[in-house]
């Protein structure tokens, strides 16, 4: 089965000197969940930016759908609709209701008419357990509730592929169970997903494949039971021992 996206020898540098992607492959079979895991600066959130194009890489190819995304004649615009993005700080804009939020990019980018926009945010607030917060400001809602404004603002345009960036790092811990949720959910639903986390127990409990990322490399790869339970890398296992 053609893989949703894949990474094939990928290479990004910042600058001269900081190499952070060195050489990274990966695949993300259709409707799986895949964890990426590493240290902090070991090029997690480079990765999901260089997939959804935020970045350009240096050498390698993406490909989405079996489709070379970093070819020059892809169209950017069109591979970002495909692939919704969450990240740690929700970045909702303030100054817009929780619907407006969730209407902006399908209604004013994609050209999705605002009636349809309006009732497949409606449908997306419902689901997540928003339905009245739909005409609150942001600034009204808890971190957790800001944060799956922030998840049905990325389902809004029907992605393909779903990318979270340590979705649950900057909430208190008593909020993290509920975003934890809807990720649990997406993945019933049959979402391919994949996520940076520090969360390794969630990692474990929801992922089919840990990537673990290290010195520019996707150093060891498997089910979580392989990964957590029994890694072959002397470096995972350090990894493993300082965070668990
Ligand atoms: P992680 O998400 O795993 O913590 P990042 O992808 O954020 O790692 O960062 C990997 C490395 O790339 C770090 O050393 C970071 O300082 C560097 N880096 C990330 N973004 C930039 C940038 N825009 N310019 C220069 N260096 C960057
Ligand atoms: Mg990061």
New binding site residues.
């Given amino acids: 089965m053609t893989p949703v996206l894949r990474l094939e020898n990928v290479r ?1 540098a ?2 001269r000197d ?1 190499l ?2 060195r050489d990274v492959n990966l695949d993300v079979a259709p409707h799986t969940v895949t964890a ?1 895991i ?12 260089c997939a959804n194009l935020l ?1 350009e890489i240096d050498d390698g190819v993406i490909f989405l759908d079996g489709e070379d995304i970093t070819d020059p004649g892809a169209d950017a615009d069109a591979v970002r609709r495909r692939i919704g993005v969450v990240f740690q700080a929700y970045n909702l804009f303030p100054h817009m209701t929780v619907l407006e939020n969730i209407t902006l990019a399908p209604h004013r980018v994609h050209g999705v008419p605002r009636e349809q926009a309006t009732r497949r945010a409606r449908e997306l607030l419902d689901r997540l357990g928003l339905a009245e917060k739909a005409g609150a400001y942001p600034d009204r809602l808890s971190g957790g509730q800001q944060q799956r404004v922030a998840i049905a603002r990325a389902l809004a345009v029907r992605p393909r592929l779903l990318l979270l ?2 979705i649950t790092a900057a909430l208190d811990p008593e909020l993290v169970g509920e975003v934890l949720n809807v990720v649990r959910d997406l993945k019933g639903d049959g979402m391919t997903m994949v996520l ?1 986390t520090h969360e390794m127990g969630f990692a474990r409990e929801v992922a089919d494949q840990v990537c673990f ?1 290290d010195d520019g490399v996707v150093l060891e790869r498997g089910t979580p039971e392989q990964v957590f339970g029994d890694p072959q890398e002397e470096r995972t296992r350090r990894f493993l021992r300082r965070i668990v």
Avoid: M, P
Avoid at 38 to 48: I, N, R, V, Y
């Fill in positions: 990004k910042f600058g900081t952070v992607l990426l590493g240290a902090s600066g070991s090029g997690k959130s480079t990765l999901l930016r970045e960036d340590e940076a990322l």
